[in-house]
């Protein structure tokens, strides 16, 4: 899945008609037969291309870091993501907390532990059981965290996801929770884009490159083997084999509930959004017969739980429902519908305790828990007491037991954590985040703007309460509209102490393509339907201006990877929207994307240049091939990370190349670490962030005083 990078961590409806002023006359492309000059851009790590971003860099660079501000928002955003007194996020293994942790004295971060007991306490003890900083100096190199997977049930091998400088390909490395050490002559998967899950205690069920003909065509792992303890990778036991052909490759899982149930799955994913489920049966794998879009999601009490993207009999798509393991094993099962959401409803995800499931559940972008029982006359629910107009995820959750952790955040509300017995029991606060700005002058409004096609769509505004409605005040507008991914409010300390305290207002979009209104929101920007989404976000830039909060010429707009294809597209339709446009390691070349990095396994997003329909509207809204000569555009700033084997940074320097060769300006970064997210370590997500800040401020704000 194509993943955020935001800027920062990110009321009645009013239907106030949209603008009558047109768009920007319709983009002419480029023609597609002329050979592109810029595909020497695409050798990744090649010496001519490498050399081109290092003179961009040296020229970029000092534009920003030379502005009298950048050294104050630079320390802001250091001390706010170094700060000590953050909320360690508890994540609960071999009948611990554990917390992966990143300060000023550990920028790369440390996996540590506490007893359950004193997690609760204002100042736990903790006790380090990995640092990478140190590993990353003894080794030589620069290791990013990228999780850990536990043998159930005792949580005490684990397999240590560790990634170099942030990319998405792993070395899993066996660590034992009792030791606190690597176990000696233990397991060790070389890197890879790869998964592996426990199986026993001496068998790995291993999705990685195994050799040539292994790996799909958008670079993941489609066969898997059964790696035993001390057993030469070579000598691994081929278990199920998917297509070279298929998005997203092959998997394996195991899915196991609190009262001894286990169920050892398969998921091949010929698509991005839809795939096929095998369960084992007496030793043979054997298929489910699912909708392509509806997929386990957990186990409680021996009920399998599915999430849905489509219909699945009289479950409706967004749906949660299930059905008995042990009808699911024999073939023969209809789905039982557990939570079924209305049209302004989503289910945003699923955790699972000893005997619940718990649901984080958003109307209208405005989020609640539920807690679902399964019992002998059916699922029972309760709504969670908790905070209104907020967001809420389940931060840890185990089938040991019931013990549930839930986070609770707001534009204007530190995040706060919860504890509570999903079984009995209110949820009690037990940690909060100490505010990281001055919010007592704000306030969040939500809006609807009207798109091209009559479609309400919801925005949040978060600004001073005394802001003089006359289009004069500074705002920065962010969406993402792909994948079903939802944005939701959320306290961000950088967002805040950057922006809004310096008279700053910020934006949130939940514009199509998104998950905010369930899978309806996300189809109705699929392929070559995507205009639509491009159209939603152009609707509320216009409903801003119309309103007043802002003006054009106040307007700056940011989104990463598929929000950076949307930043593109909105640079290159609706030049004269924005003042300033951020473009985080993005999508641009949307006729060669399918050959960049893991491109083709998002056909199923964007559609495929081989269907002449799909290639055809490409053409249309790819922003590298509909640039302008002579356009008035703002000048735009693209960042991007060399390390991203995700999208890639190609997409990036071709933009800002043609750029250069129409004569238009642009600032272009390219970070060396820190792979699609831009944060391999504090310091580098600091730079990120007061680097993009810097260039609002010029764009938005005008000249340091």
């Not at 104050?72 to 917390?99: C, F, H, V, W």
């Not at 999780?147 to 942030?166: F, I, K």
């Not at 718990?358 to 828990?369: L, T």
């Amino acid at each position: 899945m194509l993943a955020t990078t935001p800027l920062l961590a990110q009321t009645s409806p009013m239907t106030t008609p949209a603008p009558t002023a047109a768009p920007a006359a319709a983009p002419t492309p480029v023609s597609t037969d002329i050979a592109d000059p810029y595909i020497w851009l695409e050798d990744k790590d090649g010496p001519k291309a490498l050399a081109w971003v290092e003179a961009e860099n040296a020229k970029t660079l000092p534009r920003l870091q030379n502005d009298p501000r950048y050294a104050t928002l630079y320390a802001e955003a250091l001390a706010i993501g170094s700060a000590k007194d953050r909320i360690p996020m508890p994540d609960q293994r071999y009948g611990r907390i554990y917390n992966f942790w990143r300060d000023a004295d550990h920028p790369h971060g440390i996996w540590r532990w506490t007893s359950e007991a004193d997690y609760a306490s204002p100042a736990p003890k903790w006790t380090v059981a990995l640092d990478l900083d140190a590993l990353g100096t003894a080794e030589g190199k620069q290791w990013v965290w990228k999780g850990a997977t536990c043998l159930q049930p005792e949580d005490r091998r684990c397999l240590v996801a560790l990634s170099e400088g942030g990319e998405d390909a792993i070395t899993y490395r066996e660590f034992d929770l009792a030791t606190g050490a690597f176990v000696p002559g233990g397991f060790v998967l070389p890197k890879s884009k790869q998964g592996a899950t426990w199986i026993d205690a001496d068998t790995l069920f291993v999705s990685r490159d195994w050799g040539a003909g292994t790996m799909t065509t958008s670079s993941y792992p489609f066969v898997v083997k059964a790696v035993k303890r001390g057993q030469p990778l070579d000598q691994a036991r081929e278990v199920f084999r998917g297509e070279a052909s298929d998005q997203l490759g092959t998997y394996a899982n195991v899915l196991t509930d609190g009262s001894g149930n286990r169920a050892v799955m398969i998921q091949r994913r010929p698509t991005f959004f839809g795939g096929k489920t095998f369960i084992e049966v007496d030793g043979a794998f054997k298929p489910l017969d699912l909708p392509a879009r509806v997929f386990p999601a957990g186990m409680v009490d021996g009920q399998i739980v599915f999430s849905l993207s489509e219909s699945w009999g009289k479950a409706p798509a967004g749906a949660i429902a299930s059905a008995p393991l042990s009808a699911v094993r024999t073939g023969r099962f209809t789905p039982t519908v557990v939570f079924a959401p209305n049209a302004r409803q989503s289910v945003d995800g699923t955790a699972f305790t000893k005997g619940t499931m718990i649901a984080a559940i958003y109307d209208n972008v405005r989020g609640r828990a539920v807690v679902f029982t399964p019992g002998a006359g059916g699922w029972t629910s309760k709504a969670v007491a908790l905070p209104d107009n907020v967001s809420i995820d389940v931060a840890s959750a185990s089938d040991r037991n019931d013990r549930t952790y839930l986070s609770v955040t707001g534009f204007l509300q530190p995040t706060t954590l919860w504890a509570f017995d999903a079984k009995a029991g209110a949820p009690r606060e037990i940690k909060a985040l100490p505010p990281k700005f001055d919010a007592s002058n704000h306030m969040v409004e939500q809006f609807e703007a009207t798109s091209s096609d009559g479609t309400k769509i919801p925005y949040f505004v978060v600004h001073r309460k005394d802001i003089a409605l006359d289009g004069t005040t500074p705002t920065i507008m962010t969406a993402y509209g792909g994948f079903e991914i939802s944005m939701t409010p959320a306290y961000s300390g950088g967002m805040g102490k950057l922006w809004l305290e310096r008279g700053g207002s910020y934006v949130l979009a939940n514009i199509r393509g998104g998950g905010e209104f369930g899978p309806a929101w996300h189809d109705a920007g699929r392929k070559t339907k995507r205009q639509i989404i491009y159209d939603d976000f152009a609707a509320v830039g216009r409903d801003l201006i119309a309103r007043k909060l802002t003006s054009a010429d106040k307007l700056g707009i940011y989104g990463g990877s598929n929000g950076g294809l949307l930043m593109g597209v909105e640079f290159t339709q609706h030049p004269e929207l924005w003042k300033a446009v951020t473009i985080q390691v993005p999508l641009l070349d949307m006729l060669r994307y399918q050959k960049i990095a893991a491109g083709e396994s998002w056909v199923d997003e964007y559609g495929s240049v081989e269907n002449p329909d799909e290639r055809a509207f490409l053409a249309k809204i790819s922003p590298y091939h509909n640039i302008r000569k002579g356009v008035a555009y703002p000048e735009p700033y693209i960042w991007t990370t060399t390390k991203d084997d995700r999208v890639g940074p190609q997409h990036a320097r071709k933009f800002a190349a043609r750029l250069k060769e129409y004569g238009l300006p642009y600032y272009f970064y390219e970070d060396t670490a820190g792979g699609h997210s831009g944060d391999a370590d504090i310091a580098q997500a600091a730079r990120m962030q007061a680097l993009q800040m810097t260039y609002f401020m010029q764009k938005l704000v005008g000249p340091a005083k």
